[in-house]
């Protein structure tokens, strides 16, 4: 079988191994075929793991790439594509441990004997389960669960067959929750390991084996890979753990730093976890002792039990002045402190001073917790008084347009470098309104055995709690000259910035301490203070001081607090989302709190490959690379520059002193960002630079997540004039939380193949134009073949993404002697105008969409269609696969050439898009022109007909009459209604159902000559 054609490869110097499959020139897997379906459900899973990540553990990096899929898309390049595709796919998921081998050995949970049961044959079920009178008997007395239970007398190897036959007949997605990650097992089994010798010609046993093995083939040696927007470390990692000579480098030293932790934390196994795990314990101590003896984390004794609770939490608001009555009014948007504890913050008045006293209680009603959390003092950004009942505008308070203080021009004063604490007159106020503390004991239980006791108790602050907190303040004020200038507490300014100005602006806090209330500096500068002056190794110091980094995320006055059961007293972190946002009430946890955050354990791995990581602006590379794997910042709105300086502001000394030559400025301007010209010549340079850091064969993979596929074909076309040609593109599903939850958009990330561009032909634009369309043939074919219809790997979005690919492919290979590409992509443009190159793209890829015809339809009747006509049945098979998301329609609309498509939807509701039924257009759009004077529109109408009088006559005379030249355009008409006859037989489309009938009625009237034609 070989209909699978490749692009044409740039070189062919691969060797044929005797013993292996024939190759297909020196191309990869990956530029060939990618097991697209089965690596969104692995990527998707991992991300879902969130701290259960192997390197998110190391501290905050936003937008961190599945480890998972990194190891894919290296072994894609590795892996050579064979003339056996098949046969290619099969050893990738071996040896990504996706085939049903692989998967069963990373099978750790047991599928429950219920769902044993539920998807067994009845023959099966009385075989392995007992029978409901048996049950009875074995437990002596009558079953009332009703519970499906095994036979006792099964053996161990009967049940494992029964958890082997029944989860390889779940679904990849099914099987998975069962299953660990690919990286938690060691690899392919032996077994695996045969049929993957045996196709590659090979005689290895492990990944590391295979790697040197492969990249000596195609490259000569041990396979160096590069990533110079290495963030978090993701790609270099998962290349150095898989054998890989691994290099990574970025602009930032805060993500040069967690690669580096990454490799030498996380990578360094055993030994380093044990070092850094010392010293965490042992910086934890020190200052546990510390605040043990001020005494200001310990309420005073007990006289009752003799004991002195700990607090575990302390929660602060904000104050403010009611322009209206004067009154000082604490704000928290309610007064709910725990949902299901049923506590509750109570203002009480103190008409003589003004202002509110604090009051908590416990175990309230029900009434009491609804009159809690309606008696907020801030909602929707206003202040509600609880004295005047006015509610004023939290813009109107600060100023905003009155003063001449930050962005806003607003009121507030900026807080100077000492002040730790709002002064008396500013707007803002700020007071502690409730403590949450723990009393421990130990006493015998009823059996003697000693156990410990632990018991929370809410109260509002007492005076002794008032004079803690001044002593607290007072500590660090005796400190804080000599902790700045020693580094255990932040001095920087907050430079203005996109994310960094609301900080300023709505608090006007200028240093980045300010962040960070008495309490939380002296606990934080306290825990640097000690690691800074131990004398430990340098993964131990790095790793704790990254450890001290993750409290100051999860301990500032940025972190929400939550009230929800289970989450009560819990602070949030304050990168949850990517940007600075500041709140009325806050958290603030003592060190009880600070072990999940500070004692964090990182998990010890071994990589095995060299790994170097450096600080290096990505157009200054000078190291070169076999293979660079990137993940650029492209218009994902992300400011890592600035974000990252809240870190810094904490470790950018410590930095610089621990790595010779680092620097410890996150050089905002020279940071790639941003869509517009001044991004395009910052990206053409940096891939330009990594072009000539490759050989001539060598191959890169460009990963991005963007909501749109738009941006995509913009990002090859920098790429090409970057002076790489795209070999193939492929769309993972990785993300989770909001951008999934949201789900409107066309989610994923993209992973762009690239070669180096070495002919300088140039072609002509109209010869381009043909091998388009070749190109984008023999690209969906050859995935159509390789679909599994019982597993199937490629959705309608992945066909479309593959078409589009492969227009780019012919693009990017050659010059275009009609079209300077770098003068086009950095020239600044008006508002709206085309260039010449996304015209082209724009025509490319509306050659691909021609190709997309979905099922059903014949590919001569699809030729005759106009665009509205087949956006409207693509748009239909979509709809019947499920597809709802709003960003999917659209691109096909765009895809088509389609501007104004609204009119053919039904709802363009988040999640729920769809199109119009025949029924629901009823009337409307029937127009002359455009889609109204369509086949389709008529055949649409006639079932309309067909519903509202019960009978497909009314509609045959519409369609005789009204069609134009309607002998000629019979069969056409008759094929477009049994297309929309066909989702009569989906069931995720009921609203379809009925005009679904019609058209089936109509059709086969029309097929029987009702129509007397
Ligand atoms: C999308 S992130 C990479 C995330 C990474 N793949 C991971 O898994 O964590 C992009 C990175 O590019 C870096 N960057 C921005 N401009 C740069 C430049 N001029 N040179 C090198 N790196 C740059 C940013 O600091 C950021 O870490």
């Known amino acids: 079988?070989?209909?699978?054609?490749?692009?044409?490869?740039?070189?062919?110097?691969?060797?044929?191994?005797?013993?292996?499959?024939?190759?297909?020139?020196?191309?990869?897997?990956?530029?060939?075929?990618?097991?697209?379906?089965?690596?969104?459900?692995?990527?998707?899973?991992?991300?879902?793991?969130?701290?259960?990540?192997?390197?998110?553990?190391?501290?905050?990096?936003?937008?961190?790439?599945?480890?998972?899929?990194?190891?894919?898309?290296?072994?894609?390049?590795?892996?050579?594509?064979?003339?056996?595709?098949q046969?290619?796919?099969?050893?990738?998921?071996?040896?990504?441990?996706?085939?049903?081998?692989?998967?069963?050995?990373?099978?750790?949970?047991?599928?429950?004997?219920?769902?044993?049961?539920?998807?067994?044959?009845?023959?099966d079920r009385a075989r392995y389960f007992e029978t409901a009178s048996e049950s009875a008997t074995s437990v002596g007395k009558n079953r009332t669960d009703g519970a499906p239970k095994l036979r006792r007398s099964l053996t161990k190897e009967e049940k494992q067959d029964l958890q082997r036959r029944v989860f390889l007949s779940m679904s990849y997605d099914e099987r998975i929750e069962y299953c660990d990650r690919p990286e938690h097992i060691v690899g392919p089994a032996p077994e695996s390991w045969a049929v993957i010798n045996s196709h590659l010609g090979t005689t290895v046993s492990s990944l590391q084996e295979l790697v040197a093995e492969l990249g000596k083939r195609r490259f000569g040696h041990v396979p160096r890979v590069g990533d110079s927007f290495c963030g978090g470390g993701s790609i270099p990692f998962e290349a150095a753990r898989i054998g890989c000579d691994a290099y990574g480098s970025d602009l930032n030293p805060i993500a040069a730093l967690l690669t580096w932790a990454a490799f030498h934390i996380v990578g360094g196994g055993q030994e380093a976890a044990n070092r850094v795990q010392a010293a965490q314990r042992k910086v934890y101590d020190a200052v546990d002792r510390q605040f043990t003896e001020w005494g200001i984390e310990h309420r005073e004794l007990d006289q009752k039990t003799g004991r002195r609770w700990r607090a575990d939490v302390y929660m602060y608001c904000v104050e403010v002045v009611c322009p209206e009555c004067q009154w000082k009014v604490p704000l928290a948007p309610s007064w709910v402190i725990g949902e299901s504890t049923k506590v509750v913050a109570k203002l009480v008045p103190d008409h003589q001073r003004k202002q509110f006293d604090f009051e908590v209680h416990?175990?309230?009603?029900?009434?009491?917790?609804?009159?809690?959390?309606?008696?907020?003092?801030?909602?929707?950004?206003?202040?509600?008084?609880?004295?005047?009942?006015?509610?004023?505008?939290?813009?109107?308070?600060?100023?905003?347009?009155?003063?001449?203080?930050?962005?806003?021009?607003?009121?507030?004063?900026?807080?100077?470098?000492?002040?730790?604490?709002?002064?008396?007159?500013?707007?803002?106020?700020?007071?502690?309104?409730?403590?949450?503390?723990?009393?421990?004991?130990?006493?015998?239980?009823?059996?003697?055995?000693?156990?410990?006791?632990?018991?929370?108790?809410?109260?509002?602050?007492?005076?002794?709690?008032?004079?803690?907190?001044?002593?607290?303040?007072?500590?660090?004020?005796e400190r804080f000259n000599d902790w700045q200038n020693r580094g255990y507490i932040p001095s920087r300014k907050i430079e203005p910035g996109v994310k960094t100005n609301e900080p300023i602006r709505t608090r006007g806090w200028t240093h980045w301490h300010h962040l960070f209330n008495p309490r939380q500096l002296l606990t934080i500068g306290s825990l640097f203070r000690e690691i800074l002056e131990a004398n430990l190794e340098l993964d131990a110091k790095v790793g704790a001081l990254l450890s001290a980094g993750n409290v100051a995320d999860w301990n500032a006055r940025l972190c929400q607090l939550r009230t929800s059961p289970g989450n009560e007293g819990r602070t949030e972190h304050i990168f949850y989302n990517q940007a600075l946002n500041t709140f009325y009430n806050y958290g603030t946890r003592p060190l009880l709190r600070l072990t999940d955050t500070f004692l964090r354990e990182y998990p010890a791995e071994i990589i095995s490959g060299n790994a170097d990581v450096a600080l290096c602006d990505a157009r200054l590379i000078s190291v070169e690379r076999d293979i660079w794997i990137t993940d650029p910042p492209y218009a994902d709105a992300i400011e890592y520059a600035e974000l990252s300086e809240f870190f810094l502001a904490w470790y950018g000394n410590a930095i610089q002193h621990l790595f010779k030559g680092w620097y410890q400025d996150a050089k905002r301007f020279l940071a790639v960002k941003g869509d517009d010209s001044n991004f395009r010549t910052a990206m053409i340079s940096c891939y330009q630079r990594l072009a000539e850091c490759m050989p001539q064969n060598g191959i890169q993979v460009v990963m991005f997540t963007h909501q749109s596929a738009s941006v995509w074909a913009d990002l090859a076309t920098i790429l090409w004039s970057a002076g790489l040609k795209v070999s193939a593109a492929w769309c993972i599903a990785t993300e989770t939380g909001p951008a999934v939850g949201e789900g409107n958009y066309v989610q994923g990330t993209v992973l762009l193949v690239l070669r180096k561009r070495s002919n300088e032909e140039t072609v002509f634009l109209d010869e381009v134009y043909q091998d388009v369309e070749a190109e984008v043939r023999r690209q969906l074919d050859s995935m159509r073949e390789l679909e599994d219809s019982k597993d199937p790997n490629f959705a309608d979005t992945d066909y479309q993404l593959g078409a589009y690919a492969a227009a780019l492919r012919v693009l990017t290979s050659k010059k275009i002697e009609e079209i300077d590409v770098s003068y086009e992509l950095t020239r600044t443009r008006k508002k709206g105008e085309k260039s010449a190159v996304e015209e082209l793209i724009e025509r490319a890829v509306k050659i691909a969409c021609d190709h997309l015809v979905p099922k059903g339809i014949d590919t001569h009747l699809w030729k005759s269609l106009t665009a509205l006509e087949r956006l409207y049945l693509k748009g239909l098979e979509l709809e019947t696969h499920g597809e709802h998301r709003t960003g999917v329609y659209q691109e096909l609309a765009r895809g088509f050439g389609v501007e104004e498509y609204k009119p053919l939807l039904g709802t363009?509701?988040?999640?729920?898009?769809?199109?119009?039924?025949?029924?629901?257009?009823?009337?409307?759009?029937?127009?002359?022109?455009?889609?109204?004077?369509?086949?389709?529109?008529?055949?649409?109408f006639a079932i309309f007909k067909t519903v509202e009088s019960e009978t497909p006559r009314d509609g045959i005379t519409w369609l005789k009459t009204e069609v134009k030249d309607y002998a000629s355009s019979r069969q056409r008409v008759i094929e477009i209604l049994e297309f929309l006859a066909a989702r009569r037989q989906n069931a995720s489309l009921p609203h379809w159902h009925k005009d679904a009938e019609a058209a089936g009625l109509l059709a086969g009237a029309l097929r029987n000559r009702q129509d007397n034609v």
């Open 908 to 940: 363009s509701k988040a999640n729920e898009t769809r199109l119009k039924t025949a029924s629901e257009f009823a009337r409307k759009e029937m127009n002359d022109a455009g889609f109204g004077a369509s086949l389709v529109r008529h055949a649409l």
């Open 1 to 85: 079988m070989n209909t699978f054609v490749a692009h044409p490869s740039s070189q062919t110097h691969a060797q044929n191994h005797p013993a292996a499959a024939r190759l297909l020139g020196d191309s990869c897997f990956i530029e060939i075929q990618f097991p697209v379906s089965k690596m969104s459900v692995e990527s998707y899973t991992e991300r879902k793991a969130n701290m259960g990540q192997t390197l998110t553990t190391l501290g905050k990096w936003w937008g961190r790439k599945p480890l998972v899929l990194c190891r894919a898309a290296i072994l894609g390049v590795l892996l050579p594509a064979t003339e056996n595709p």
């Open 87 to 123: 046969r290619d796919r099969e050893v990738f998921l071996r040896l990504m441990t996706m085939d049903d081998d692989g998967l069963f050995r990373r099978k750790s949970a047991t599928i429950p004997a219920k769902e044993l049961f539920k998807r067994l044959p009845p023959t």
């Open 362 to 477: 416990s175990n309230v009603s029900d009434e009491s917790m609804i009159a809690a959390a309606g008696s907020g003092t801030v909602k929707h950004a206003e202040l509600v008084c609880p004295n005047c009942r006015a509610r004023t505008p939290i813009k109107v308070i600060r100023g905003d347009g009155r003063g001449s203080f930050s962005d806003a021009k607003n009121l507030l004063r900026p807080w100077e470098n000492h002040d730790v604490v709002p002064r008396r007159n500013d707007v803002f106020g700020e007071r502690l309104y409730c403590i949450r503390w723990v009393d421990t004991w130990t006493q015998a239980d009823r059996n003697g055995n000693q156990r410990t006791y632990t018991e929370r108790h809410y109260a509002a602050p007492s005076n002794e709690d008032l004079v803690r907190e001044q002593k607290v303040f007072d500590l660090l004020m």
